[in-house]
Structures are given as C-alpha cells and as structure tokens.
C-alpha cells in the first residue's frame, strides 16, 4: 500500500469553494478500485490548511488516480485558490494490516 498525505494551504476567501471541489473529487476517487481511502480533513485552528489523507492498494494506483477526469477537473479547480504550492508526503503502511483499510464508500 501507498499512503499519502498532500498538505493544502489555502487562500482565506477560497476556503468554502477548495472544500466543494475537493468532497466532490473525494467522493469520486473512493469509487476507483485501487483506492482504499480518501479522507479530506480541515484543521481545527486554522481552517484555512488541509491534508488529503490517500491510501492506494499499490504504488500504480496513485499513478492511474491522477489519470481520472475528475481529479484533472479537482486539479484544474483548485490551482488558483491555493495560497502556496501545495505539498505531500508519502508513506509505508504498518498497521492496520492492508485488508484494514477497507471501509464501505459513502457517497
């Protein structure tokens, strides 16, 4: 499994328009077979910065995520409301193990 963490600072007007387009490309991206997890979540003190929290079954799925239309169009979308570039780390999963990660969709 990949884990990624992609850290978003966004422009302090944009902030309700960035959390629209990013649940909506969540929400798409958990339908892909090799998501586990999409987590979009807000900081509590400063509402303003996010962290995309994804979780891929395999290294290639990331690869074939940023392939979708509707991560081109999140991409598209929010390149102007970022106050920065945003950033991200990648990560090696050790627990729970692989089969944990999985959740039913919402949508």
């Given at each position: 499994m990949l884990i990624v963490h992609v850290f978003v600072h966004v422009k302090p007007d944009c902030v309700e328009v960035f959390k629209s387009a990013s649940?909506?490309?969540a929400r798409h991206s958990i339908q892909e077979p090799?998501?586990?997890?999409f987590d979009v979540i807000q900081q509590a003190d400063d509402p303003t910065r996010f962290v995309l929290?994804?979780?891929y079954r395999a290294v290639e799925d990331a690869a074939r995520h940023k392939e979708t239309?509707?991560?081109a169009e999140w991409r598209d979308a929010v390149a102007d409301l970022m106050a920065e570039p945003?950033?991200?780390v990648k990560y090696a999963n050790l627990f729970p193990t692989d089969p944990g990660w999985d959740y039913p969709p919402e949508i």
């Open positions: 649940l909506d490309n090799g998501i586990a997890r929290v994804e979780v239309a509707h991560y945003r950033s991200s």
